[in-house]
């Protein structure tokens, strides 16, 4: 790569930079202090980096994030000095508070749990990509998966990039400055209801829990989108649920994401037990599971006070809510729902993330290969 800068004794970056794209090439605009060798004197200027031709601009992003990061380019931007404490509490009213309740809840628990204690004294114009790599390595200690770790670095590099364009010091550290732990790992399996444990749980339960559990299990929905269920998205007669909001810490907020917003057929089983609870209610209006002050019910509420005593009771392994979510995916593929129907039938951003929740064993495929072998070995056998 090569800088259009003009010759001088010394030159430091001091910024990242923006990109340009000018023709069909793309070149990293940033600004630089040049030291004169003969007068020492210094002054800030203006410099030009070639990166090449790209066929997008986040393959540019890319390169320059390479080319950073074999440079130590992890520049300090000149500005105020200030605590890492102190400006996450900064950061918190500026840009946390704007964000939607569920994603201003999980930018909290990672400050709080990850960032504050380990960083929290530490100036923030000390935070380069020497402290991050050993953040990462605290972390991976702790057992944290690659991908929170990944979450982690991520929220802490945008906090340094907003406390940069604020005018406080702070280092620009490029994603490839920092090495996260190797996504290849033994896979945990991820805890679902099975067909068995839903039937035990619907019989040793009743009333409004009974019909939670159920939709829950038979519906395939999110905790929060069945708290935030009201009467009038029940269709019992068409024999659907439409799914339109959900219940985010007591209040009612949209959906999770575009695709969670859907109409999702009901199985027979869940239809009934809809009919005969509703049966038993007069003026079934609003929202179907909410207090005596007519909010919504919280999920952790939910969680520890319905769903762990009763499986404590029953003798059923520990599980949240959205192991219900997670057990429905393989008893529609039983049933011989493509996974593309399965897709839209949970709401799944893409096909990956359905096949991650139709949890097959290798006797799954053992059956499931029998099968299909039998059946073949039948039409081949059937007369003509």
Same mark, same amino acid.
């Given at each position: 790569m090569q800088s259009d800068r003009a010759p001088a004794s010394h030159a430091r970056r001091i910024t990242r930079g923006t990109l340009e794209?000018?023709?069909?090439?793309?070149?990293?605009?940033?600004?630089?202090?040049?030291? &004169?060798?003969? +007068?020492?004197?210094?002054?800030?200027?203006?410099?030009?980096?070639?990166?090449?031709?790209?066929?997008?601009?986040? &393959?540019?992003? @890319?390169?320059?994030? *390479?080319y950073l990061a074999l &440079?130590?380019?992890?520049?300090?931007?000149?500005?105020?000095?200030?605590?890492?404490?102190?400006?996450?509490? /900064?950061?918190?009213?500026?840009?946390?508070?704007?964000?939607?309740?569920?994603? /201003? =809840?999980?930018?909290r628990y990672v400050v709080a749990r990850h960032l504050e204690p380990p960083l929290g004294r530490l100036a923030l114009q000390a935070i380069d990509a020497t402290v991050v790599q050993e953040l990462v390595a605290q972390?991976?200690?702790?057992?944290?998966?690659?991908?929170?770790?990944? +979450? @982690?670095?991520?929220?802490l590099r945008e906090i340094l990039r907003h406390a940069r364009a604020a005018g406080f010091a702070a280092h620009v550290i490029p994603r490839a400055a920092v090495r996260l732990p190797s996504q290849h790992r033994a896979q945990i399996e991820q805890r679902h209801i099975t067909p068995a444990e839903l039937t035990r749980i619907l019989d040793g339960s009743s009333g409004e829990r009974r019909l939670l559990w159920a939709i829950l299990g038979l519906s395939g929905l999110r905790i929060g989108e069945a708290l935030g269920l009201a009467w009038e998205?029940?269709?019992? @007669?068409?024999?659907?649920?439409? @799914? =339109?909001?959900?219940?985010?810490?007591?209040?009612?907020?949209?959906? *999770?994401?575009?695709?969670?917003? /859907?109409?999702?057929?009901?199985?027979?089983?869940?239809? %009934?037990?809809?009919?005969?609870?509703?049966a038993t209610r007069s003026g079934? +209006?609003?929202?179907?599971? !909410?207090? /005596?002050?007519?909010?919504?019910?919280?999920?952790?509420?939910?969680?520890? =006070?319905?769903? !762990? $005593?009763?499986?404590?009771?029953?003798?059923? $392994?520990?599980?949240?809510?959205?192991? %219900?979510?997670?057990?429905?995916?393989?008893?529609?593929?039983?049933?011989?729902?493509? $996974?593309?129907?399965?897709?839209? %039938?949970?709401?799944?951003?893409?096909l990956a993330m359905t096949e991650r929740y139709i949890h097959r064993s290798s006797a799954d495929l053992r059956e499931q290969l029998a099968a299909a072998l039998k059946r073949s070995a039948d039409q081949g056998s059937a007369p003509k």
């Amino acid at each position: 790569m090569q800088s259009d800068r003009a010759p001088a004794s010394h030159a430091r970056r001091i910024t990242r930079g923006t990109l340009e794209l000018r023709g069909r090439v793309y070149w990293n605009r940033y600004r630089c202090e040049v030291t &004169q060798g003969a +007068t020492g004197e210094t002054r800030v200027r203006t410099a030009r980096l070639r990166l090449g031709e790209f066929r997008s601009q986040a &393959q540019a992003e @890319v390169a320059l994030n *390479k080319y950073l990061a074999l &440079q130590g380019a992890v520049a300090l931007n000149p500005g105020l000095a200030i605590t890492a404490c102190e400006y996450f509490v /900064r950061f918190d009213r500026l840009r946390i508070a704007l964000m939607r309740s569920q994603s /201003r =809840r999980a930018y909290r628990y990672v400050v709080a749990r990850h960032l504050e204690p380990p960083l929290g004294r530490l100036a923030l114009q000390a935070i380069d990509a020497t402290v991050v790599q050993e953040l990462v390595a605290q972390l991976h200690a702790k057992g944290l998966s690659p991908a929170t770790i990944g +979450t @982690v670095v991520a929220r802490l590099r945008e906090i340094l990039r907003h406390a940069r364009a604020a005018g406080f010091a702070a280092h620009v550290i490029p994603r490839a400055a920092v090495r996260l732990p190797s996504q290849h790992r033994a896979q945990i399996e991820q805890r679902h209801i099975t067909p068995a444990e839903l039937t035990r749980i619907l019989d040793g339960s009743s009333g409004e829990r009974r019909l939670l559990w159920a939709i829950l299990g038979l519906s395939g929905l999110r905790i929060g989108e069945a708290l935030g269920l009201a009467w009038e998205h029940v269709d019992t @007669v068409a024999g659907q649920i439409m @799914v =339109r909001q959900a219940a985010v810490n007591g209040e009612i907020a949209p959906t *999770k994401t575009r695709t969670a917003r /859907r109409d999702v057929p009901l199985l027979p089983q869940l239809q %009934f037990i809809l009919e005969a609870y509703r049966a038993t209610r007069s003026g079934c +209006t609003g929202l179907i599971f !909410r207090t /005596r002050t007519g909010r919504p019910r919280r999920a952790g509420d939910v969680r520890e =006070r319905w769903l !762990r $005593p009763l499986l404590q009771s029953l003798g059923i $392994p520990p599980a949240g809510c959205h192991a %219900f979510r997670h057990g429905l995916p393989g008893r529609l593929d039983d049933l011989g729902l493509s $996974p593309a129907a399965i897709r839209m %039938f949970m709401g799944h951003a893409t096909l990956a993330m359905t096949e991650r929740y139709i949890h097959r064993s290798s006797a799954d495929l053992r059956e499931q290969l029998a099968a299909a072998l039998k059946r073949s070995a039948d039409q081949g056998s059937a007369p003509k």
